[in-house]
């Protein structure tokens, strides 16, 4: 299974950007899927979520500004980020809890992260 993570770049704030993971391979079931962020120097965190039924979370410092979603026909989940700020600047990383056959457990894949960069 992969997860190939795309959209990210430089934009200027009050700019948006559309993030996509596309996840590949032997998938039985997507459950949630969810992306977090890393800046520099900080440790990563969640910002958004999405269960396999649509419900989602979202980080407080994001709330109103990013929406996520997910086109389970597609095995994508996005990231339309909104009203971008400076301090949104971080590498966006996407990952999703997959059963790769009804023999197995689920377990948690990553992709390889895409950089935003927010410039003021």
């Known amino acids: 299974v992969q997860l190939q993570a795309s959209g990210g770049g430089l934009v200027q704030a009050g700019g948006s950007l559309r993030l996509s993971c596309a996840a590949s391979?032997?998938?039985?079931?997507?459950?949630?899927m969810a992306w977090s962020r890393q800046a520099p120097g900080k440790q990563r965190e969640l910002v958004a979520a999405?269960?396999?039924?649509?419900?989602?979370n979202y980080a407080d410092s994001v709330k109103g500004r990013f929406t996520i979603s997910r086109d389970n026909a597609k095995n994508t989940v996005y990231l339309q980020m909104n009203s971008l700020k400076p301090e949104d600047t971080a590498v966006y990383y996407c990952?999703?809890?997959?059963?790769?056959?009804?023999?197995?457990?689920?377990?948690?894949?990553w992709g390889q992260g895409t950089l935003v960069t927010v410039s003021s």
């Open positions: 990952n999703a809890d997959i059963r790769t056959s009804w023999r197995d457990r689920r377990d948690d894949y």
């Open positions: 391979g032997s998938i039985f079931g997507i459950y949630t």
């Open positions: 999405i269960t396999s039924g649509g419900s989602t």
